[in-house]
């Protein structure tokens, strides 16, 4: 399964961005993840199939993950944007097999597109 991200970009803070991920073939989970510089990759959120979804505690409420099935693309619209949500985007996929966190638990990723917020 490949995956493609798009959909970065710069924006202000408390500004919004869409992300879309399109996979080339179903899989039962996919997530977001993000990484900032110097840091390690952090799960954001992640939804499976059936349309059950699971978020940071620090997006809850500000970010939202969906999925369209019919066209093997989730999104992640992201409101209310900070400065600390600068990071590079990846989405990921996997088959639903342990923690919905750990990116060990995702075998497909897409190549990342970068989110600049500024303050």
């Known amino acids: 399964v490949q995956l493609q991200a798009s959909g970065g970009g710069l924006v202000q803070s408390g500004g919004s961005l869409r992300l879309s991920c399109a996979a080339s073939?179903?899989?039962?989970?996919m997530a977001w993840f993000r990484q900032a510089p110097g840091k390690e990759h952090e799960f954001v959120a992640a939804?499976?199939?059936?349309?059950?979804?699971n978020y940071a505690d620090s997006v809850k409420g500000r970010f939202t993950i969906s999925r369209d099935n019919a066209k093997l693309t989730v999104y992640l619209q992201m409101n209310s944007l900070r400065p600390e949500d600068t990071a590079i985007y990846y989405c990921?996929?996997?088959?639903?097999?342990?923690?919905?966190?750990?990116?060990?638990?995702?075998?497909?990723w897409g190549q990342g597109t970068q989110v600049t917020v500024s303050s």
């Open positions: 073939g179903r899989t039962l989970r």
């Open positions: 990921a996929a996997g088959e639903g097999i342990g923690s919905y966190k750990n990116t060990g638990n995702y075998v497909h």
């Open positions: 939804i499976t199939w059936a349309g059950t979804t």
